[in-house]
């Protein structure tokens, strides 16, 4: 088996490592930590596709520089879900969350500023690589906490079974490598 997987993301060549999971199974890591290409890349594509929507809301994690570049692209704020509180969250509101590359339950976080913003808007769910689903839940939960209206979840890659879905956005599908 390779130690690599080579995929286009909208218009870039790429080479993702792959790494196991567990005994039965690989993942090819999708980083977009310092992959400026891939981000502005990326960002364009989606842009087209997501519908209307006023905040983009991403979860603390690889995903933040494909929501920044999102937000700068189409003018609109973004928000993090925070994965601990910080000093200057005033009234937190949390929602937990389990992901296929983390071995814990964790939580996240949003303060009154970013529950204000929003309020009463369409929030775009904006993830790196979505695979079972479960921090996509936890942040449409915050959304819905918050009292935001879900106008659509996206993600550079969808991996494995989430290819299937049919209410996430997504760029590319992402095989899993079981062994």
């Known amino acids: 088996m ?14 993702l490592k792959k790494f196991p999971v567990n005994e039965k199974m690989d993942i090819a890591a999708f980083i977009l930590f ?3 290409e891939v981000t502005v890349a990326a960002s364009k594509a989606l842009l087209k596709k997501v519908p209307d929507f006023d ?3 991403t ?3 690889k995903s933040i520089p494909l929501a920044y570049e999102m937000a700068k692209q189409s003018g609109k704020p973004y928000v993090v879900a925070r994965k601990g509180i910080k000093v200057y969250m005033q009234d937190p509101i949390s929602v937990h969350v389990r992901s296929i590359t983390t071995d814990h339950v964790q939580q996240l976080f949003i303060g009154a500023d970013e529950e204000n913003l929003m309020k009463g808007k369409r929030v775009l769910i904006v993830d790196d690589v979505i695979s079972t689903g479960e921090s996509l839940t936890a ?8 009292g935001a209206e879900v106008a659509g979840s ?6 494995g079974d989430a290819a299937d879905r049919d209410d996430i956005i997504f760029l590319n599908k992402l095989p899993l490598f079981f062994k």
């Open 55 to 57: 905040v983009i809301l």
């Open 34 to 36: 310092g992959n400026v």
């Open 139 to 146: 942040v449409q939960k915050l959304a819905h906490v918050a």
């Open 59 to 61: 979860p603390e994690a």
């Open 2 to 15: 390779s130690d690599t997987y080579k995929m286009n993301i909208a218009g870039v060549d790429c080479e």
């Open 154 to 159: 996206c993600a550079v890659l969808a991996e």
